[in-house]
């Protein structure tokens, strides 16, 4: 579903140049849940920027759905396949567009036309009472807001999600619910996960391989059992396992 | 040795439907220890570590039979003394360092200005007490962070600096409200090392103010559970993990294992009961 070779990302020209992601490659098949860890700064988000365009300076092969990709132009077919979900449902969301608004736009802009009810069906999918269709972000608490940025991200039916820590700002009760709901939806639409976060046993739960990034680089690819059973066999990662495990 | 005493704290804020309760009635004291105040977003644990320090702004109100400080009350103190108590007496350190250092001033000059508010000393002298303070949280070059802005600064550095500008007046308690949530799990590490090497060798009480159950369960020596306003359990540290009260359980259960997978997580059943709870903090 997803193949990444030989990636590069890099920001600014010259003396000021940063190479936030350095040769990555990996591949997600269809229906998987692939997960990238690393600290901050590791260039594990950059990857899904990258992927979307919002990082426009990259090299290298990146091909989803069969299709290549090239520059930072995405169009309206690599929108139908791919959407992402941002961390902060506290910044991604309009302040002054109504859940319906968000939910119609974004239906809108997918060439919708019974709109009406797909905003129903959307607001049915991530588990939102229907009294939240006309209530504005500042009355939604953070778990509500992710389920808004959820239900965004599934209007145009897509076959890939890209979710960029989508628990880190959302308490760990919270986190729970979330969590579970993007299991569900991944069983019921047939979705194909590729999922940022910092937080191993977070991956650890919801992805079956995952990479382990370290400045800019792919350090190992394991699947899940490997890391439970704590095989890393990286430096680097046995050492991120060990602090995620000690607490 | 009691340091602090807080009995039947409540903060309230008025609004158009009335007043609400963001802290109600929380009873704890504090001696040369590590104590843990957990809980989710809303809980109040906030709230009460802004509350000991009286830095709730108007129309809030604080109120309590009393918040002494080794036996006096803080509630009572006029505002001069109370600036005196601030920083001094008990240190702050906030949960993102990039909004409580000011981005427009070297951070020298803000340690060193953090210094001589509270002594009477010579510059030079503020000086080499900075570049002191600034190596005991291990940074390695003090030279040049002191000549750098906040916004060359990584996050655990920053958190690092901040830690060393709140230690700087040799205070008798420090008050961390989610010091690391905002750094990496590596980084983490190292700043609470930091704090708790700090903490041991100066003798002094440290309420810790988190989020994350386990976090706390490793760091402290004693821990708080609130909810609702309210402290629904006390208990050691260490034996966070055999916690009675279901909310408490419901939290430990609800974070995702390496060692334990499943395919849904248990999501917490909120009861009505728990906000009525009988305040279990009066022994604390």
Redesign the interface.
Known sequence: MIKVENLNVWFDDGYDRVDAVRGASFNVNQGESFGLVGESGSGKSTILRAMTGLAPTWSGRIEIDGLALHGHKRNRDFYKTVQMVFQDPYASLHPRHSVDQVLGEALHLQGFRDIDTRVVKLLDDVGLDRKFRFRYPHQLSGGQRQRVAIARALAGEPKVLLLDEPTSALDVSVQAEILNLLTDLREEHGLTYLMVSHDLPVIGHMCERLAVMKSGEIVEVMDVTQLRQMQAKHPYSQELIGVSVAH | MTLLDVQNLWVKFPNRQGVFDAVRGVSFSLGRERLGIVG??GSGKSMTGRAILRLIRKPGIVQADHIALEGRNLLNLPEVEMRKVRGQQISMVMQDPKFSLNPVMRIGDQIMEAYLLHNRTSKAQARAKSLEMLRAVSINDPERVMRAYPHEM??GMGQRIMIAMMLIPDPKILIADEPTSAL??????QVLDIMDGLVKERGMGLIFIS?D???V??FCDRVLIMYAGQIVEVCDADKLHDAQHPYTQ??LQ??????Q?R??????QREDDWQKAPIAGDQA
Do not use: F, I, M, W
């Open positions: 989710e977003s990584s996050g990496d799990v590596s980084v983490q590490r989020h159950l386990n976090l369960s490793e419901g939290l609800s974070l995702p294992r390496l060692d997978p395919k849904y997580l248990p999501v917490l």
